[in-house]
């Protein structure tokens, strides 16, 4: 075993949030003919790094030191179990949260280029808007009808091409994990040496010392801090609010006059019983 993949997984759906959630371990190794069969090594109960370091801990160093390739999701809290236990490891971000990464780049884009020429949030009827769908399909699924309407769009809605340079930088990281190895390297170099000059704000460049896939951190984008889930259930930060902020009363707070009751005058004392005048003697 060489390579494992690491992600969270919701295992009850009941409780407080955060509560019901798993770390999956996967086994990620190659057969002899390069394919991967994915096996279930185990589920811990937690989505921390945690709970991941403490599973490759109790493995045992001949179990970590074999370990060539580490996957995982982009949660900070497992790239740092990855780096304290398996320092010698190739870290890799899963195929599925790259390309969400790229399709959330392209719905960022599209959203401020449609305020930049409409002034308001995307309607009926608007064509950046339109297409909103269109924009994370792959171009090898679109049909002609598609295709048609998507480049009608684009030219109604997208006056400086800029959601059409970010739909095709999106199309150019799909393409990585659609080719072959050797082709999918050369893809991942043109990435990298292409998108850092790319005019677009979404599109970020990779970090410094990915420069080549031999890298230490072979990531593609840097993520958007917004995009990137630096906290978990059991890893949140408390917020550092100022001291001095306004805040609003809340309704418990509020000094509300509340309208005057009458008050009930007290019963009468009951009255002893008056003797009959039949029973009395006349």
């Given amino acids: 075993m060489n390579a494992l993949g690491v992600d969270e997984h919701v295992w009850s759906h009941t409780g407080p949030p955060g509560s019901g959630m798993v770390t999956g371990i996967v086994d990620h190794t190659r057969d002899a003919k390069g394919v991967v069969h994915a096996r279930l090594l185990d589920l811990v109960p937690g989505r921390s790094g945690k709970a991941y370091a403490d599973w490759l801990k109790g493995r045992g160093p001949d179990f970590t030191a074999g370990i060539k390739t580490a996957a995982l999701d982009p949660f900070r809290g497992y790239a740092n179990a990855i780096r304290d236990e398996l320092p010698e490891a190739i870290t890799v971000l899963d195929a599925f949260h790259v390309v969400k990464l790229g399709s959330a780049m392209v719905d960022e884009v599209r959203r401020r280029v449609q305020q930049d020429t409409l002034g308001h949030r995307g309607r009926k009827g608007d064509p950046l808007y339109g297409i909103r769908r269109t924009l994370q399909v792959g171009a090898e699924h679109l049909t002609d009808k598609q295709a048609a309407r998507l480049d009608v769009k684009l030219t109604l809605g997208d006056p400086d091409h800029e959601v059409t340079l970010a739909w095709q930088c999106y199309q150019k990281l799909r393409h990585i994990y659609h080719a072959k190895p050797a082709r999918g390297r050369e893809l991942v170099n043109e990435v990298i040496a292409s998108f850092p000059s790319c ?38 930060r408390h917020r550092n609010h100022p001291q001095n902020r306004p805040r609003l009363p809340q309704l418990h707070q509020l000094q509300t006059q509340m309208p005057t009751r009458r008050r009930r005058p007290p019963p009468l004392p009951e009255q002893p019983p008056q003797p009959c005048l039949n029973a009395m003697g006349r």
């Fill in 199 to 236: 005019p677009i704000p979404e599109v970020l460049p990779p970090r410094p010392d990915s420069q080549t896939m031999e890298g230490s951190n072979p990531g593609l984008l840097r993520y958007l801090r917004r995009l990137q889930r630096a906290h978990r259930s059991d890893q949140r």
